[in-house]
């Protein structure tokens, strides 16, 4: 439960066992491989080396490719996902090996272009439909569409909008004793088709006319025979268009069964790309490679077999202090307090050489869950959530430390809800007064939201004050450590003695501990001041942490508050179940509402819960600013690696 110490790595290998020594670090997995960009900057390092290469892009477009496949698997099989994925066991051996990454590439590769070849049918269809669309007005057109202009006629097709006069355009063209004839085609509701057939010499005329009249000519150069022609061809083309649609929608259904291979495929795609992006790291002069990163200090002795195994030379040394800001960060905790996780990756990572906050947040965390949720059906429901998804789907990473956590506070609010006798509110009690009116049936409580609602309070202020010293005291510690004695005795020793002379007034026993305190105070905040500086100093010592340690405190009423709105919102939806006096509509209001409540109250707590840590807690003596430390490793989505 610590921060793992890491040590900065070294390592020269010859150039042509770069791939195995990469390949045999993924499966290591503990190394952390780092950018050069510094020592390229040096033009020591940069006139000597240069940065590796490697096919990552190629890597990334073979992702693409099976990510795609997997897309329309689950489009196009009968093959579902489910709400979480579930991780197939598969041997190291199996995951890396070649036959089977070549079979599912070829699968890969047969449902892409059964794809491609879907996509081009389905282009085509929206071209014969179109067209069909374009020739549909025509169809009643006894007229071949390919028919050419003779030496002294010619035939044009043109449209008109809705709203045009034929009559009078044909009237028109016979009244200019033109040599031309105006034939109505067909008309819909915003144009009206036409074919124009004219001597030669009257063309330009006959033009002129129409296109004041708003005639615009139509060609249709690839079609021959008539237009109810043209449309009978394109319906059979549609026809057999729509039966190859068909039978590759039918080819990709039946690819079901890959599934399994493509998503092994696709990790350790993803394997092979994070191996290339590092490969990138390394540098090089073509006769050996070198690269600096980082591993922990108790992963070093397996290192160090790898690394002599493959004859390199290699070296490690612990970061001095001014590279403590580029060490990166890797946290060691145990089953209690890994879920908590989840709440430091959210803030932030602690800096290196620091202290890991998730021990020390864990129990406050919990158990100010289970103070806000308080209820035993809630709860019951979490550990139930939690257990079913860690065993049965296994999940990694954050989903984990989620569901971890779920269950972690699942616990701590079935214990309060069985403290404070709740059950879906008052679930149980409401159930028995409809069943039988008389009844004063109600679950044992220490106390309840509505009728302690002060002594929570006041409870919950209490710890909330135990957190806020609690974080006091780290930071004693922490700069007791580091040689900062007097700045703890007049920062956290001063208001420690000032709230033990409180107390001691308060109850009457003895103000000189008051006094006391207050003079450290004076003496305190202003003794590294000078001259006018020591009055101000101490004024806005004593207002800032009047007012700070007050404002943090009544923060924790929110305990309380969440306690009693959860409580509250559940006891009135079973009220209004309750009220028709009926079992069966009873439970429908009564879980509806439940329902309801428990997801906001789910993410309510959360949220507040989180607050108290980050705001309240933290800013008492964490040190954040840390990176992760992302070592070179198989991570997967889709399986579980069992190692041989």
């Not at 602690?350 to 100010?368: E, H, K, R, V």
């Not at 007097?486 to 920062?491: I, K, L, P, Q, T």
Request: net charge neutral; glycine share 10%; with cysteine.
């Amino acid at each position: 439960m610590a921060i793992v110490k890491m040590k900065k790595l070294r390592v020269v290998a010859m150039a042509a066992e770069r791939d195995g020594l990469l390949r045999a670090l993924l499966r290591l997995g503990c190394v952390e491989i780092s950018e050069p960009d510094g020592l390229l900057n040096d033009p020591a390092w940069s006139t000597l080396l240069r940065r590796g290469t490697s096919p990552l892009m190629d890597a990334k477009g073979a992702i693409a490719d099976v990510t795609t496949a997997l897309n329309a698997i689950r489009k196009y099989a009968a093959v579902k996902d489910g709400l979480f994925i579930q991780r197939r066991p598969i041997k190291e051996s199996e995951f890396l090996s070649s036959d089977s990454a070549e079979q599912a590439k070829a699968s890969c590769e047969m449902i892409n272009g059964l794809l491609t070849e879907l996509a081009e049918l389905q282009s085509r269809k929206g071209r014969l439909t179109a067209r069909a669309a374009a020739l549909t007005p025509w169809k009643d057109l006894d007229f071949p569409l390919e028919t050419p202009d003779t030496v002294h006629a010619v035939f044009r097709l043109g449209v008109c909008p809705a709203a045009t006069d034929v009559g009078a355009l044909r009237a028109e063209l016979s009244g200019g004793k033109m040599a031309a004839e105006l034939y109505p085609a067909g008309a819909d509701k915003t144009q009206k088709y036409l074919l124009l057939v004219c001597h030669r010499a009257d063309e330009e005329a006959a033009m002129e006319i129409l296109h004041r009249a708003g005639f615009s000519v139509v060609t249709f150069s690839d079609c021959t025979g008539t237009p109810a022609e043209n449309l009978a061809r394109l319906e059979k083309s549609a026809a057999e268009n729509e039966a190859g649609q068909k039978r590759v929608t039918e080819a990709l259904s039946a690819c079901g069964g890959a599934r399994d291979a493509l998503r092994t495929y696709a990790d350790r795609l993803n394997a092979e790309a994070a191996e290339d992006a590092d490969a990138q790291r390394l540098l090089t002069d073509g006769t050996i490679v070198f690269f600096e990163g980082w591993v922990p200090a108790e992963a070093e002795k397996k290192l160090a077999a790898l690394l002599e195994k493959r004859d390199c030379a290699w070296e490690t040394a612990e970061p001095s202090k001014e590279e403590y800001p580029d060490v990166p960060v890797q946290l060691k905790n145990n089953w209690l307090t890994r879920p908590l996780n989840m709440v430091t990756d959210m803030y932030s990572l602690p800096a290196y050489g620091s202290l890991d906050p998730n021990p020390l947040m864990t129990p406050f965390f919990i158990l100010f869950y289970g103070i806000m949720m308080a209820d035993m059906g809630y709860g019951t429901l979490m550990m139930l959530a939690s257990v079913v998804v860690l065993k049965k789907y296994r999940p990694k990473g954050g989903m984990a430390h989620f569901f971890g956590l779920m269950g972690l506070c699942g616990i701590s609010t079935f214990i309060m809800g069985l403290i404070t006798g709740g059950f879906f509110g008052d679930f149980l009690p409401q159930l028995m007064g409809i069943i039988n009116p008389g009844t004063t049936f109600a679950l044992p409580a220490l106390f309840t939201p509505l009728d302690d609602t002060l002594m929570i309070l006041i409870g919950a202020m209490c710890l909330g004050f135990i957190q806020i010293n609690t974080g006091m005291a780290i930071s004693f510690y922490k700069k007791l450590k580091r040689g900062q004695i007097m700045d703890a005795v007049w920062e956290e020793g001063t208001w420690w003695v000032m709230f033990a002379g409180l107390a001691l007034s308060i109850l009457g026993v003895t103000r000189i501990v008051l006094i006391v305190g207050g003079v450290m105070v004076m003496v305190g905040s202003g003794w590294n001041a000078k001259g006018f500086g020591k009055v101000t100093a101490v004024i806005g010592s004593l207002y800032n942490h009047v007012t700070g340690y007050f404002g943090d405190i009544l923060s924790y009423s929110r305990l309380m508050a969440l306690m009693l709105a959860g409580s509250v919102i559940a006891q009135v939806f079973n009220t209004l179940g309750a009220i028709p006096g009926n079992v069966v509509i009873f439970f429908i209001i009564s879980m509806a509402g439940n329902a309801l409540n428990f997801a906001l109250n789910l993410l309510g707590c959360f949220v507040h819960d989180l607050r108290l840590q980050c705001l309240e807690y933290f800013n008492k003596f964490y040190e954040d600013g840390g990176r992760r430390f992302r070592p070179l490793e198989i991570k997967t989505k889709y399986v579980d690696i069992v190692k041989e």
